[in-house]
């Protein structure tokens, strides 16, 4: 039996030696040979169809992690922690999150977690199965790395399965300092406990002079231009998305902002309950809705 100075001293080693293994670990991957692949072609609901060699952007280097999709909240916390550090990981290669989710889906998802980084959708191409990431036809999760070279050709390099436990998810080294360990938590895709209603990352502005208004929040502010029609732009900064609207009718402009929620029928309940008014409806999952103090919002259902 270790005193208590003796397995402090074996905790130091045992760290030591884990650390020199996962430096011999992470040179033995990146001397993996590099294995030449197809182009794939995606769908995306932020760029249309996307081929693979598109993902790089202006970066040679590529991750694409294999997210299992909506329906799995431990691939969603690993997301949720690859969108906090997107910004670092953007600046030293492309990154993108790979889901078998329609494009619709993954809109809606996307917006109520306010992720940032690309995503596209892997249905109608073999791409998981390919990248060894459908087992006994089931999903896994895990990352791929890529490289596109001069001609433009890609190359496969190292891939990792993720899990509980892992480096990939920053939760899971802090568990383990616990005296309770991580072994009996199971993540929730719940952000908000405190409401049904989840705020998203989209705003909307009506603006009377649209030319000029887009002059300004890119030239001036520096937000980026994502998409752009006569009608409307979407700007990105930071983790918001800004649609900008060309308003050119006599009332005055709005703000909308918009909010996620599970249950359309109980949240409409509520909302008109409350005074609120459904000022136009989509479709029975989407609407938009005033409330009497001056808010006005876009609601879906996820």
């Known amino acids: 039996m270790l005193n208590q100075t003796e397995m402090l001293t074996e905790i130091q080693q045992l760290e030591k030696e884990i650390l020199e293994k996962k430096k011999q670990l992470a040179v033995m991957k990146r001397n993996i040979e590099k294995e030449k692949v197809d182009q794939y072609v995606f769908s995306s609901f932020q760029n249309g169809r996307v081929s693979l060699a598109e993902l790089f952007e202006d970066k040679n280097e590529l991750f694409v992690v294999h997210n299992m999709g909506k329906s799995c909240s431990y691939c969603t916390m690993w997301a949720d922690g690859f969108n906090s550090v997107y910004h670092h990981i953007r600046r030293k290669a492309a990154f993108v999150v790979s889901t078998p989710d329609t494009p619709e889906v993954q809109e809606n998802f996307a917006a109520e977690r306010s992720w940032i980084f690309p995503v596209v959708s892997t249905i109608d191409t073999t791409f998981k199965e390919d990248m060894g990431f459908v087992v006994n036809g089931g999903y896994y999760p895990g990352v791929t790395v890529f490289t596109k070279d001069d001609k433009g050709d890609i190359y496969r390099h190292s891939s990792a399965f993720f899990g509980p436990g892992d480096?990939?998810?920053?939760?899971?080294?802090?568990?383990?300092?616990?005296?309770?360990?991580?072994?009996?938590y199971k993540p929730s895709k719940k952000i908000n406990d405190r409401s049904p209603y989840q705020l998203t990352n989209n705003i909307a502005i009506q603006v009377k002079d649209y030319e000029n208004a887009i002059e300004f929040y890119h030239q001036i502010l520096g937000m980026k231009p994502e998409k752009s029609t006569d009608s409307e732009t979407l700007f990105t900064m930071n983790s918001t998305n800004l649609y900008v609207e060309n308003h050119n009718k006599r009332n005055d402009p709005s703000v909308f902002f918009e909010f996620a929620v599970e249950n359309?029928?109980?949240?409409?309940?509520?909302?008109?309950?409350?005074?609120?008014?459904?000022?136009?409806?989509?479709?029975?999952?989407?609407?938009?809705v005033s409330d009497p103090y001056g808010l006005k919002f876009h609601l879906f259902q996820v």
């Open 167 to 184: 480096d990939f998810c920053s939760v899971w080294p802090l568990f383990d300092l616990l005296p309770s360990g991580y072994e009996d």
């Open 264 to 288: 359309m029928e109980n949240a409409k309940k509520v909302l008109i309950a409350n005074n609120c008014i459904i000022t136009k409806e989509f479709n029975e999952k989407s609407v938009m």
